[in-house]
Nanobody, 125 residues
Framework: QVQLVESGGGLVQAGGSLRLSCAAS????????GGWFRQAPGKEREFVAAISRSGDMTYYADSVKGRFIISRDNTKNAGYLQMNGLKPEDTAVYYC??????????????????WGQGTQVTVSS
């Protein structure tokens, strides 16, 4: 199995940027597809972005397409979410997730086996 720890959250003004990191330990990170999800108070956890094992395929929610970039560095056992043009509606706890999906990457939360503890992102207007 793999353990995941997110970092990089914080408070930022609207229009600003943050870069979230997801550090993986345990099994080889390149054996897992990765995803980022977020959950705002009173709302369900929603898909943000996902990336295949090798990083050659990426997927984005429409709400973040063109603003967020998902990436990974398997040599560092790490995944990243670069968030630009942040909006107040992006405020949420952000979670990274991993799944041993062989091709592509899941976009549904229930498909992921492993989760981090989350990191808070707050965007002020």
């Amino acid at each position: 199995q793999v353990q995941l720890v997110e970092s990089g959250g914080g408070l930022v003004q609207a229009g600003g940027s943050l870069r979230l990191s997801c550090a993986a330990s345990g099994r080889t990170f390149s054996l897992y597809a990765g995803g980022w999800f977020r959950q705002a108070p009173g709302k369900e956890r929603e898909f943000v972005a996902a990336i295949s094992r090798s990083g050659d395929m990426t997927y984005y929610a429409d709400s973040v397409k063109g603003r967020f970039i998902i990436s990974r560095d398997n040599t560092k056992n790490a995944g990243y979410l670069q968030m630009n043009g942040l909006k107040p509606e992006d405020t949420a706890v952000y979670y990274c997730a991993a799944d041993p999906k062989l091709y592509g990457a899941p976009t549904e939360a229930q498909e992921y086996l492993y989760w981090g503890q989350g990191t808070q992102v707050t965007v002020s207007s």
